[in-house]
């Protein structure tokens, strides 16, 4: 029996590709940015949006002032005009204005017809009813114009957006509250493995806590995703392929952990083989070289390795993306930014790595800070790290100051 493993070891670009062509985009659903009674907006911040919001009409609706002041015509220049009505911003019509007169208004006031500019009140005086500007207004000044912050019909928000902060300022802004939005894919999480325990479990001696589960739940959350939970399987092919078609009915993608390698008890690629197709069973890369993709029936079943580093690095390279393009996000991918390196570091020989780093602004670029030994099993090489450096295979160390590309996973760091 051949001591290889049977699947060929594609490129990471390969793999990529292999993925992006089984996206299957899911339907959509509308949503109410009010949310429901008691989590208002945050049903949907994080959703993408599946069709573009347009402006029914122009913001503001009618010239207003931005400014406290005095709405005039220009033309009178500092003359002293008389103050006949005060505008409030919600009040009612103050009538139009002529010559030679003075409306007091306030910030967000409509503009009386016949006045073409206000003076902020800090520029003026006023004394017995009459005020005085004490510079020559210009035509249009401190006017809040029709369309000045959206134009009626204008593309508001694109399809593919994924609604934050202001978004959902903006679809308020618009009276836009109903939208209609990606359906989050349901992803399920299979940890397996004898010597995996719940982490609150009293441990075995050799024993390991199962840390994949649940930072993987929570990797999938932050893609956008629901997650259901599938506990823990033991090394054995029975309950893993009931785990998994569990798993496969619950949910739209699976994720499993543990089993992918060459031990006799790494079980999940022959049982995906079996229930479905395998796509890749090895990636050249590293950490996670025995990555595998596989369809059953059409969804998307991903074997990440057991090694807490590598499958969060996995997810974080190829589950991620796909995630989000099924959400019909217009920028699934992370950006890929030029680093430079703060601390030297030593490649792997043979294949691409992806290692943990804190990327920082310094001195107008980015420069990474490596998070310290880069094994498979040491989670701590992924604590505060923002970014994967892309580190080419080579013989030799690159020293501080190298310039390298990165994945950049989350804002940069302080
Ligand atoms: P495997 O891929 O199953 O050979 O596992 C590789 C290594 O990862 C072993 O040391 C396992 O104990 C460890 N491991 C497997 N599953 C998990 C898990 N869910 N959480 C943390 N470590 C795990
Ligand atoms: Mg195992």
């Known amino acids: 029996m051949s001591r290889e493993s049977p699947y060929a070891m594609v490129a990471i670009d390969d793999a990529q590709r292999l993925i992006r062509e089984r996206v299957v985009v899911l339907g959509h659903e509308l949503i109410d940015i009010r949310g429901g009674l008691r989590d208002a907006a945050a049903a949907a911040a994080g959703r993408v949006l599946a069709h573009p ?16 002041g005095y709405a005039l015509q220009s033309l009178d220049g500092t003359a002293p005009r008389r103050v006949v009505a005060e505008i409030t911003a919600g009040g009612g019509d103050a009538g139009a204005l002529a010559a030679g007169e003075a409306m007091r208004i306030m910030t967000g006031g409509a503009l009386p017809a016949g006045a073409d500019a206000v003076v902020m009140v800090e520029q003026t ?48 802004s618009i009276g836009t509250v109903a939208v209609s939005v990606a359906r989050q894919p349901v992803v399920a999480v299979l940890a397996t493995g004898d010597e995996v325990f719940e982490p609150d479990a009293a441990l075995p001696v050799a024993g390991v806590r199962d840390s994949n589960r649940y930072a993987l739940l929570a990797a999938a959350r932050d893609a956008g995703c629901r997650v259901v939970s599938l506990g823990i399987a033991p090394d054995d092919a029975a309950t893993q392929r009931r785990a998994i ?7 739209d993608v699976l994720l499993t952990s543990g089993g992918v390698s060459m031990g006799t008890r790494d079980l999940i690629k022959p049982l995906l083989a079996e229930l479905g197709t395998v796509h890749f069973g ?6 996670g070289k025995p990555t595998m993709y596989a369809t059953v029936a059409g969804k998307s079943v991903f074997g990440l390795p057991g090694y807490p580093v590598s499958s969060l690095v996995s997810f974080e390279v190829f589950v991620r993306p796909m995630l989000r393009r099924m959400q019909g996000d217009a920028a699934p991918d992370r950006p890929i930014v030029e680093v430079a390196l703060a601390d030297a570091i ?23 800070h490596t998070t310290g030994g880069q094994g498979s099993s040491r989670l701590l090489s992924l604590r505060g790290a923002n970014g994967l450096l892309i580190v080419p295979p080579g013989g030799r160390p690159y020293p501080a100051g190298a310039l390298l590309q990165a994945l950049l996973t989350g804002p940069l760091a302080p």
């Open 53 to 68: 919001v347009h402006a029914a009409g122009p913001l503001p609706d009618v010239p207003k002032s931005a400014v406290d």
């Open 346 to 368: 030593t490649p792997s020989p043979d294949r691409p790595e992806y290692q943990r780093v804190v990327i920082r602004a310094r001195g107008g670029r980015l420069a990474a």
């Open 282 to 287: 090895r990636v050249a890369f590293k950490p």
């Open 245 to 251: 078609l569990d798993g496969l009915e619950r949910a």
């Open 125 to 172: 005086s006023e004394r017995d009813g009459v005020m005085t500007a004490h510079r020559a207004p210009r035509a249009g000044d401190a006017i809040h114009r029709v369309g000045q912050d959206i134009a009626a019909g204008d593309l508001v928000l694109a399809a593919g957006t994924t609604l934050g902060i202001a978004e959902i300022g903006l679809l308020a």
